[in-house]
């Protein structure tokens, strides 16, 4: 089906429908009985219980199993900063994937407002609702800021999708390239092009998962710590982790001697010709979406030995689905406070393992967004990594 045709789609559904989500009672509300019972007198017995211990909300309101998803509309898609009432349909669909993939409740929330200390306000005073927070379409570098202060202040799981969500299924797919390609993420060379919060994210996951060598690019070329006088602190801060060799110069520059390539930066920011001087069997990632930094076709044709994209057309699909709806499945269920390093290295993990070793091929290193039991996998991978650090 033709892009095209799928926003003519979606257009057509949402009119339709009015949206993607209602609000249906759990409960009968029939007659006077049940009406005492679901409101005034009964539900007082219910207040009086959370409020003399406030840890049963968990037990007896809708808390234990809801999730916001929280945006300003600052950085919507590909669409840059539209606003919130143009970011609610994105943030529908993502609470309607939520209850599909993992069957979590999520409210759609979008806020009038893109200054840093009103959001964070705004969401801290809103926590006591819900088990978890998904922030969703927020620009950077405000959004490291947003997610960050949330973290340390919040006592539920704060989680901004668009950084960690496209790192742990990148993760999740290098682990099984580098199973194909026989190398191990200790000895190879990885080049990320985009300094976002997407690319800084991937960076920095693969940092903790052990490796040793990445080059992070940008716009301005190689990010090297030798410059850091010259970088935003965003980028300052990442260079001091990465490019060991100090290496200077653009993404071409970058990618001699590399294994892997990780893109989530701009349509054609990869050459076809310059695969030819990465490193035998090189792993060709781009995930600009709709349109990558190179197509796989061309990759492939280019010298490439495993090429995967954001997009559904091609296979090795890097979908933030499998992601995403697992871990917030696993961190409610194990009450966490936080989601950490730890646990997003093992939905990684999770992922990986749902393609078996004798299954492994080179046009399939990451399961199928609707393969079966993707998210209970994700979320037993997040709940034992809870349990491992209690």
């Known amino acids: 089906m033709m892009a095209e045709d799928v926003k ?31 409101y005034t007198p009964g ?35 590909g669409l840059g900063n539209i606003g919130p009432e143009a970011a609610m349909p994105v943030m529908e669909g993502k609470a309607a994937l939520f209850k599909r993939f993992a069957d979590v409740d999520s409210i759609p929330i979008v806020l009038d407002t893109q200054d840093t200390e009103e959001i964070i306000a705004i969401v801290k005073a809103l926590a006591p609702t819900f088990g978890g927070v998904n922030l969703e379409d927020i620009s950077a570098p405000r959004c490291f800021e947003i997610e960050r202060r949330l973290i340390e202040e919040c006592d539920i799981p704060v989680f901004h999708d668009d950084q960690h969500g496209t790192a742990i299924v990148v993760l999740a797919a290098v682990f099984n390239s580098l199973k194909l390609i026989g190398k191990s993420l200790e000895e190879v ?45 965003h980028h300052a801060e990442i260079a001091k982790l990465t490019n060991p060799e100090h290496l200077s110069g653009d993404l071409h520059t970058a990618l001699a001697g590399a294994d892997i390539f990780v893109g989530v930066s701009a349509p054609g920011a990869l050459k076809q010709e310059w695969i030819k001087d990465m490193a035998d069997k090189p792993v060709i990632f781009a995930m600009a979406n709709p349109t990558p930094e190179i197509f796989p076709d061309e990759a492939l044709a280019g010298g490439a030995y495993i090429a995967g994209t954001g997009r ?28 950490t390093v730890d646990m997003q290295i093992a939905a990684a993990k999770g992922i990986a393992s749902l393609i078996p070793d004798e299954e492994l091929s080179t046009t399939n290193i990451i399961p199928d967004a609707f393969q079966e039991g993707v998210a209970k996998v994700v979320a037993a991978a997040v709940r034992d990594a809870v349990m491992d650090k209690a």
């Open 312 to 339: 559904s057309d091609f296979p090795n699909q890097i979908n933030n689905v499998l992601a995403f709806p697992g871990i917030f499945r696993g961190a409610l269920d194990a009450r966490a406070r936080k989601i």
């Open 43 to 77: 539900v007082a017995a219910v207040s009086s219980a959370i409020a003399e211990d406030r840890a049963l909300a968990y037990e007896l309101t809708t808390k234990k199993n809801t999730v916001a998803v929280i945006s300003d509309g600052s950085a919507v898609l």
């Open 189 to 233: 060379k990885i080049v990320v092009n985009g300094g976002g919060s997407a690319g800084l994210s991937v960076t920095r996951k693969f940092l903790a998962a052990g490796a040793k060598n990445v080059v992070v690019v940008d716009k301005i070329g190689i990010l090297n710590e030798e410059d850091s006088e010259q970088l935003p602190p």
């Open 8 to 38: 003519e789609l979606a257009l057509q559904q949402a009119k339709a429908h009015g949206g993607k989500l209602e609000v249906i009672s759990k409960v009968p509300i029939n007659d006077r009985r049940d009406l005492s019972i679901a």
